[in-house]
């Protein structure tokens, strides 16, 4: 069965998990949001949006592959986003906007269920706010090209697989340095990072624990 919008406000209105559980499994800590935001200057807010539709009877959500060109982000797996700009009255309207910019979608009827934990992000000093959302139908698609690489349409239930976490070595960290870390292997895609982060969370909100990481 497919969730509802009302299913996943409930499962996404009570005290978060957060992203500890996760990175403890690459022993890696991140610097906690509350300090991030008392730095100076502060770092810039962002979102994305974690769009779960129905299609054919199952839940499916939308990833994207950037491009790849001279930045930390190249070629890399994640939910649409970006910076939030002036004209957007709070993170909830960043994160539509930026999904209908990077994958052309009507977000007319998109509903929004709730939020994530917030992540920062420190080489690109970064706030990212995941907003969850529904809709009923995905529609067209007409992704940038300057943005979008690739649209993954996934089965939500392939990203609730145990078999998917793995876990190699990254270049990460403000100093550069090869560490190894957990990622999700989304058909056949590294998804790491932030965005690995997030998939963990949205797990554990519904119902899934993490895995063993072998």
């Not at 810039?44 to 054919?56: C, D, F, K, N």
């Not at 420190?122 to 139908?137: I, K, L, N, Q, Y």
């Not at 997030?198 to 797990?203: S, V, W």
């Amino acid at each position: 069965m497919a969730l509802s919008p009302a299913d996943l406000r409930k499962a996404l209105g009570g005290t978060l998990p957060g992203h500890a559980a996760f990175a403890d499994l690459g022993g890696y800590p991140r610097p906690s949001v509350e300090a991030a935001l008392a730095l100076t200057p502060p770092p810039r807010e962002s979102a994305v949006l974690i769009l779960i539709h129905p299609e054919g009877g199952h839940d499916h959500t939308m990833l994207m592959r950037r491009p790849e060109y001279q930045g930390m982000h190249s070629g890399q797996i994640g939910f649409p986003g970006g910076k939030r700009e002036l004209e957007d009255v709070d993170l909830h309207a960043t994160a539509l906007r930026e999904f209908r910019e990077e994958t052309g979608a009507d977000t007319a009827g998109f509903q929004i269920v709730g939020e994530l934990t917030r992540i920062h992000i420190p080489p690109s000093h970064m706030v990212v706010t995941p907003v969850v959302a529904w809709a009923e139908a995905l529609g067209p698609l007409r992704p940038d090209p300057r943005e979008v690489a690739q649209l993954l349409d996934v089965p939500l239930a392939d990203l609730m697989r145990d078999d998917i976490l793995r876990r190699k070595r990254f270049t990460m960290g403000m100093d550069g340095r090869q560490r190894e870390a957990p990622y999700w292997d989304v058909q056949g895609q590294t998804v790491w990072g932030a965005t690995a982060m997030m998939i963990g969370e949205l797990r554990l909100v519904l119902g899934h624990p993490l895995p063993p990481l072998k």
